[in-house]
Nanobody, 124 residues
């Protein structure tokens, strides 16, 4: 089993920045893909970003490209999502996730473990 705990969510003004963190624990996490999705009430979970085990490659959803950056720290078993130039439409619950698939998939069904989510609210 893998446990994922997100932190860093909160209220931020449009144009501001926020950094989310997600720390993983549990079974060995070698060669795992880590990612972030987000969800608003009544909508499907939306892909935000993913990063490979090495950290050398990443992928972003179209709505966050150029504004958000994903990174990971192996020593801390932690993945980060740096959110810059946030917009009201970025308001959502953000979920951290892990996949044993080795390519940068954007499909939620390809991810195996999920955190409990952290709320991000962007005020206009």
């Amino acid at each position: 089993q893998v446990q994922l705990v997100e932190s860093g969510g909160g209220l931020v003004q449009a144009g501001g920045s926020l950094r989310l963190s997600c720390t993983a624990s549990g079974r060995t996490l070698i060669n795992t893909l880590m990612g972030w999705f987000r969800q608003t009430p009544g909508k499907e979970r939306e892909f935000v970003a993913a990063i490979t085990w090495s950290g050398g490659d990443s992928r972003y959803g179209d709505s966050v490209k150029g504004r958000f950056t994903i990174s990971r720290d192996h020593a801390k078993n932690t993945v980060y999502l740096q959110m810059n130039s946030v917009r009201p439409e970025d308001t959502a619950v953000y979920y951290c996730t892990i996949s044993t698939i080795l390519w940068l998939t954007a499909a939620a069904r390809d991810y195996d473990y999920w955190g409990q989510g952290t709320q991000v609210t962007v005020s206009s």
